[in-house]
């Protein structure tokens, strides 16, 4: 018989980083406002959230992310504006994001890494599991990560990470997952972690990319976590603690990820992300595409 283990109901969002990789344009800017298509990249992070029934979000932001709550709350100004002109379809889109979910937020203070981030929700979470979405990775809602991931949390327990595979040569940029095989070929159990390892001290090509659902035990081991890589708290060192002892917060499994991936932290991807979900929108695409042919055959 399956064990029945706690129903998931709220998520966190770590968004207090800084956006370097993007300077100037987040001097001023949240990178996490930065638009993709027509939305923040932030908005599509909550609508996965919401999508898979999570309907409390807590959004960890920092210094000059005011922004990110703004958009997030209803604007009546422009919404009667609007209103006033008929346009109901803009209407719509700006009322939208204040309806996605109920939205809370906290301070980090000090940037001590994702570990920090992350501990900063326990007031707020308590003693549920919870899920983690970072804001660089964006999924495809077409492919359902993060309800995938939640069943098997609800099905093993404990904390559930999601894996991508790598090339080789990629893998000094991830956190990557040491796994055993299971039952379902989507899943694996998780028996180590390093950060950003080299390739050849690597244990595999698995990813952890920017999805977690996790115990709440999370948080007394992150208590005790001393900074690791780069002088920051790890989320990755914590998760091979609860790797290392179940009987700390039930085991870690990995679900293995195929799907479409767009990353908005790096500016080549985040460009291509762009171009990719223009090409796929009915609006935009069709003339996009035509104009896109057009301009590669001409620099071709």
Not at 16 to 23: K, S
Request: with cysteine.
């Amino acid at each position: 018989m399956t064990e029945s283990h706690p129903r998931i109901s709220k998520a966190v969002i770590p968004a207090a980083g800084l956006g370097t990789r993007f300077l100037p344009a987040t001097k001023a800017t949240p990178k996490e406002m930065l638009p993709v298509v027509d939305k923040p990249a932030i908005q599509y992070v909550v609508e996965e959230a919401a999508s898979a029934g999570l309907d409390d979000v807590l959004m960890i932001t920092g210094r000059n992310k005011r922004p990110l709550e703004d958009h997030f709350d209803r604007n009546y100004e422009l919404e009667s504006a609007l209103q006033k002109k008929g346009d109901a379809a803009r209407l719509a889109k700006v009322q939208e994001s204040s309806d996605l979910a109920t939205m809370h937020y906290v301070r980090q203070g000090d940037p001590k890494g994702l570990g920090h981030a992350v501990l900063c929700a326990a007031p707020h979470v308590g003693h549920e599991p919870f899920a983690v979405l970072l804001g660089d990775d964006l999924i495809d809602p077409r492919d359902p990560l993060l309800k995938r991931m939640i069943e098997v949390q609800e099905q093993h327990g404990g904390s559930v990470i999601a894996l991508m595979e790598v090339a080789p040569e990629q893998i000094h940029m991830y956190g990557c997952a040491a796994v055993e095989t299971t039952a379902d070929g989507d899943v694996v159990k998780v028996t180590g972690l390093v950060e950003k390892p080299d390739a050849a001290d690597a244990p595999s090509n698995y990813a952890i990319i920017g999805r977690y659902v996790l115990d709440p035990h999370i948080f007394g081991v992150l208590r005790r976590t001393e900074p690791g890589r780069g002088g920051e708290i790890q989320l990755t060192d914590a998760l091979q603690q609860l790797a290392d002892d179940e009987k700390v917060g039930g085991p870690v499994h990995g679900v293995v990820f195929k799907g479409r991936r767009y990353d908005t932290g790096d500016r080549g991807d985040y460009l291509r992300a762009i171009v990719r979900l223009a090409c796929e929108r009915e609006d935009l695409g069709p003339d996009f595409r035509t104009w896109l042919r057009s301009y590669v055959a001409e620099e071709m």
